[in-house]
């Protein structure tokens, strides 16, 4: 038999057959597995019919909801033509159309696209295409990458040597280039707060461009907001400064909206809040609305110049994927995109994200809840054993994962990032349902951290 035709068999076949991306299996396999069946606007239905808030958003991928009529008709109408063809050496309808409206929305600077599949794979691209423009202009010299504490960039081998978050990347140190790593301003953990930290990654920055820019090729950073190591908002003004230092000492910027871009952060890009055009930007997660695995790594003119040449001058960028611009893909983005645009949604997300703010508000004065982060609608709360001391619940206790089991134990899905319980809710999300969630939310914290208080 090869379709499972109870919730108990699915349950079995699962524990059985799969194995789960950043999940312990044996705590997993001990749970009565999440099995989901369907989805409904910003509803998930597990297959005993359960309904749960996806309060962030499938991993940080879905804009319009689940289920969304006009994006299910541009899969269904591109399906119709063609699945699939390559874009090794040809080219196919919605790639052209999708790569002319990115340009379009982009910040000004980024002409081209270059199509993959993944965030990760979007930044291998841009570190390759990086390492490559410096050899093509014949500066052979500027090989290495600049990094930020805590980064993340996605988990291949060459977006984990420019990731920098132990728990996840030590174990591969062995296999890894190695990166120049300057801190990353977390003001909630800087003696001295925002100004005090942003001081501190700019001086680190600018010392290390002082003394090595020749054998830098570029700098690696999630604009505005740091997404994994929990939800970290910059200063203000900080990429602004970041960009000029890189555009000063001749070090390419490479911005990785995978989390940030298409509205997120209540504009169309991160880089947008600061006015800043870096010279690669990587996008994913958000670009199809959260329904097909696409990406795409977008660069300058200048960058594109340096690989155009004879073919006998050796330029050509030899990378690719096999479903590198799948047509199913870059049909549903552009429909997303447009939905994007119709609906408004960028104005409304600052509307949101203000609600949400709102609610959670008086958050900020429990006993355990150390500081609520907020840029658009990516929130993080991170909570902490000591207020006063701002001492960290150590890593055993598992803080976040109790926190967000209780939350979908009262409707509600989303994943912690350690100590950090975020709230990464659909754009499409109503205020009513902002309401509802933000509800759960505090009810989570409250219900797993409360036995702390008054103690
Ligand atoms: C999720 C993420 C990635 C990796 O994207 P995948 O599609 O999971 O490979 C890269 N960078 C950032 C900032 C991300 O949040």
Redesign the pocket.
């Known amino acids: 038999m090869e379709t499972a035709t109870t919730c108990e068999e699915l349950a079995a076949w699962n524990k059985a057959y799969l194995w789960h991306p950043f999940t312990q299996m044996k705590d997993y396999v001990k749970g009565e597995p999440l099995i989901i069946e369907r989805g409904e606007g910003i509803l998930l239905y597990d297959v005993r019919g359960r309904a749960y808030y996806d309060g962030f958003s499938s ?2 991928l879905n804009v319009h909801g689940h289920n969304v009529p006009e994006l299910n008709e541009a899969v269904a109408s591109q399906l119709a033509k063609v699945a699939h063809s390559t874009l090794l050496g040809m080219a196919n309808v919605p790639a052209i159309e999708l790569a002319a409206k990115l340009v379009r929305v982009a910040p000004k600077r980024l002409t081209k696209v270059f199509y993959s ?7 291998e691209i841009a570190l390759k295409m990086a390492f490559q423009y410096w050899h093509n202009r014949g500066v052979g010299r500027k090989t290495k990458f600049i990094t930020m504490n805590q ?6 081998l060459g ?1 984990v040597s420019v990731g920098a978050i132990p728990l996840y990347h030590d174990v591969f140190r062995p296999l890894l280039f190695s990166s120049y790593v300057i801190p990353y301003p977390y003001a909630y953990r800087t003696s001295g707060g925002a100004s005090a930290a942003m001081e501190a990654t700019l001086s680190a920055l600018r010392e290390l461009l002082e003394s090595r820019a020749d054998e830098i090729a570029a700098l690696l950073v ?1 604009p505005v907001v ?3 190591s929990g939800i970290i908002v910059m200063p203000q003004g900080c990429l602004r400064e970041i960009d000029a230092l890189c555009r000063k000492h001749d070090v390419l910027l490479i911005a ?5 871009g298409f509205g997120r952060t209540g504009a169309m890009f991160a880089c947008d809040l600061e006015g800043v055009s870096p010279d690669l930007m ?1 996008v ?2 958000g670009l199809t609305g959260g329904y097909l ?1 696409l ?1 795409a790594t977008l660069a300058t003119d200048e960058i594109y110049a340096a690989f155009y040449a004879d073919y006998s001058e050796q330029k050509t960028f030899f990378h690719g994927h096999s479903y590198t611009g799948n047509p199913l893909g870059c049909a549903v983005a552009l429909a997303s995109l447009r939905l994007l645009e119709e609906r408004k949604m960028i104005h409304t997300v600052n509307a949101k994200a203000a609600f949400a703010a709102k609610k959670l508000a008086p958050l900020a004065d429990w006993p355990h809840v150390g500081e609520i982060r907020q840029q658009g609608l990516m929130i993080g709360i991170e909570l902490v054993r000591d207020k006063k001391s701002r001492e960290p619940y150590a890593w055993t206790e598992r803080i976040g994962v109790r926190v967000c089991m209780r939350a979908r134990e009262l409707g509600m899905l989303t994943r912690p990032l350690g100590n950090v319980v975020v709230l990464i809710p659909p754009l499409a999300s109503t205020e009513a349902e902002l309401d509802a969630m933000t509800d759960i939310l505090a009810a989570a914290i409250y219900d797993v951290t409360e036995e702390g208080w008054g103690a």
């Open positions: 991993v940080w599949d993944a965030g990760a794979t979007g930044v980064a993340y960039h996605g988990d291949t977006a999630e740091q997404g994994a990785d909206e995978v989390a940030t990587v994913g997660k695995p990406a």
